[in-house]
């Protein structure tokens, strides 16, 4: 399967995420730091990236604008899983490059998705 990384500050929902995608058969490496997961993305290849928007220093937007514009892989697909209910967050995710948007919390279900569909170049449909 998918060798994904997954970023937020919070290690609780770190470890809720890659619970979720290994029982799915991928395989995940969790980062409560934006910077980290810049220099991850610089020294090894990843398939897929999970990134929560609001972590201090470099927040979600930060980070998906930076891979997008400066990372060797700014093409890797990007889900964003925030608590942000916000339709001015989910425009400014989009804007700055994220595939796709899910709002915690989500279902095993509604995650898997947004992977599988970003994963296979499957159109992710969207709720609103």
């Given at each position: 399967m ?11 929902a770190?470890r809720l995420?890659s619970?979720?995608?290994?029982t799915a ?7 409560t ?12 290849y ?6 929560d ?6 927040d ?12 060797p ?9 925030t608590?942000s ?6 425009f400014?995710?989009?804007e ?13 279900a ?12 499957k159109?992710v449909?969207?709720?609103?």
């Amino acid at each position: 399967m998918a060798h994904i990384l997954i970023v937020d500050d919070l290690p609780e929902a770190t470890r809720l995420l890659s619970h979720m995608l290994a029982t799915a058969g991928h395989t995940t490496v969790q980062f409560t730091r934006g910077e980290d997961v810049v220099t991850s993305l610089e020294q090894e290849y990843a398939d897929l990236l999970v990134v929560d928007l609001n972590m201090p220093e470099m927040d979600g937007f930060a980070l998906v604008d930076y891979i997008r514009t400066r990372s060797p892989q700014h093409d890797i697909p990007i889900v964003v899983a925030t608590a942000s209910r916000s339709n001015e967050d989910r425009f400014a995710a989009f804007e700055v490059g994220a595939d796709a948007f899910i709002t915690k919390p989500f279902t095993r279900a509604a995650l898997l998705e947004a992977v599988d569909s970003l994963l296979h170049l499957k159109p992710v449909e969207e709720s609103w």
